[in-house]
């Protein structure tokens, strides 16, 4: 039995690396947090080693054979950890009375389901997945509201924009109207850039996953890294913060700074900017959101002031990165254009890193689907799932008509 009185915390895409650097936190703090479960696709090696260290209740695959391997594997060390498989465990897991705080982390879409069960089940929710948000803002942000949970950003712009608000705005996390009520006149989303801001379009077409890869600042998994090169991460993250602070898209400039240190700021009617400033290293923002209202130790060593000799700060190149203009326009358009948009961008940054189609073909993709395909109004879950499924498929048509323009891209 759990005998054990501080947070409970289920890790949803506990082996990717937001999982991993969140289980680093959690170690650092025995006595405040307790890993009640785990979950992950399909990677049960690494799994079984998180259980090893962390022996939770609890390990989910998506994948039923890896589960099984997993239990097979866990049953040798007599591991009390329970291996469960299916979406329906999934759900029911985080839905669990004894789950206090869902560390919402799996990439993509997949992570929707389980991070609105956690929202409808009144959970502290620590979210990562940023594409949840996006394809269901208004259905995500209502369940929260209704189920007095608590939705606290992870993704190190929103964690900053978080600590730069007001804390009359912190307190639930749903849509409020800021820019009327908070006295907060605009709100300045810093980009890194990625590693190809300073390309020329016809560099842009020669870029290769491995490069793509290459992120400047942060370590991070292979899908936000090449999101992060096409800026689609930052139309993505536009999209989030929209919903996660009651802003409209105007409200909100994008700006490229390089360096990585200013994590975003938020600008007052008075004048006055917020910014916030941390080591490009996800535990700080973790150990914020699972702490919060307080802080905690995050292991990380502080930034020197001294050594801030260059904090630069560029407007982007929409014509280069068109994908920042798709999401604002998806957002404005509402419905189930983003989820769209997402979708669309999930199979095209899939297609490229197999290497079926260029890097500035992702974005055409993405514009592809979302000229193409009719854009409904979203009652619930399965209007989204709707529009994601056909837009998966749109988005596979345009690819493999792209492979045939150029048919030595996987050579
Ligand atoms: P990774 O690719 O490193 O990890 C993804 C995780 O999701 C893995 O644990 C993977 O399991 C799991 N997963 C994938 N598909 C499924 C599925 N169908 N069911 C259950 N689990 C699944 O991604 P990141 O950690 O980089 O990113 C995770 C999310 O956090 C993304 O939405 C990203 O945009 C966001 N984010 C990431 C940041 C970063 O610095 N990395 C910063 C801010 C936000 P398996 O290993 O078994 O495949």
């Not at 850039?193 to 560099?203: A, C, H, I, V, Y």
Request: net charge neutral; glycine share 6%.
């Amino acid at each position: 039995m759990n005998e054990h009185t501080g947070q409970s915390i289920l890790v949803l895409g506990s082996t990717g690396s937001v999982g991993i650097n969140t289980l680093d936190v959690i170690q650092q703090h025995p006595e405040t947090f307790k890993v009640l479960a785990l979950a992950a696709n399909q990677n049960n090696k690494l799994l079984y080693e998180q259980c090893r260290s962390h022996k939770p209740r609890y390990a989910h695959l998506a994948c039923p054979k890896a589960a099984t391997q997993l239990q097979q594997q866990l049953k040798t060390v007599n591991s009390p950890t329970q291996v469960l498989t299916g979406e329906d465990k999934l759900i029911s897991l985080v839905a669990d009375k004894s789950v206090d705080t869902v560390v919402s982390a799996i990439v993509g879409a997949a992570g929707l389901p389980p991070t609105l069960a956690a929202a409808q089940t009144g959970k502290r929710i620590l979210l990562a997945n940023k594409e949840s948000l996006v394809i269901a803002g208004e259905l995500l942000t209502k369940a929260t509201q209704n189920n007095n949970a608590v939705l606290l950003p992870i993704d190190s712009e929103h964690n900053a924009i978080f600590q730069c608000l007001p804390s009359s705005h912190q307190r639930t996390l749903a849509p409020k109207e800021l820019s009327k009520t908070g006295h907060v006149k605009k709100v300045f989303l810093t980009a890194s850039g990625g590693p190809f801001w300073k390309l020329s379009s016809q560099e842009l077409d020669k870029v290769t996953p491995q490069q793509a890869l290459a992120h400047p600042v942060w370590s991070m998994g292979p899908k936000i890294s090449i999101d992060s090169a096409t800026m689609m991460n930052k139309g993505l993250e536009l999209i989030e913060a929209c919903w996660l602070f009651g802003l409209q898209p105007d409200d909100i400039q994008v700006i490229i700074h390089p360096q990585g240190v200013v994590h975003s700021m938020v600008e007052y009617i008075d004048g006055a900017i917020i910014a916030q400033m941390a080591p490009s290293d996800l535990r700080v923002m973790i150990s914020h959101g699972l702490s919060w209202p307080q802080r905690t130790r995050s292991g990380v060593t502080p930034l020197d002031p001294l050594s801030l000799t260059h904090l630069q700060f560029y407007p982007p190149d929409s014509h280069k990165f068109p994908s920042l203009r798709l999401a604002r326009q998806a957002m404005i358009t509402g419905g189930t254009a983003p989820a769209i948009l997402n979708a669309a961008n999930e199979e095209a940054v899939c297609a490229f890193l197999k290497q079926r189609i260029g890097f500035t073909q992702i974005v055409e993709v993405v514009e592809k689907c979302l000229t193409s395909l009719a854009t409904n109004t979203v009652e619930d879950l399965s209007d989204i799932l709707e529009a994601d499924a056909q837009a998966r498929s749109a988005a596979q048509q345009t690819i493999k008509h792209c492979e045939k323009r150029y048919p030595c891209m996987s050579c």
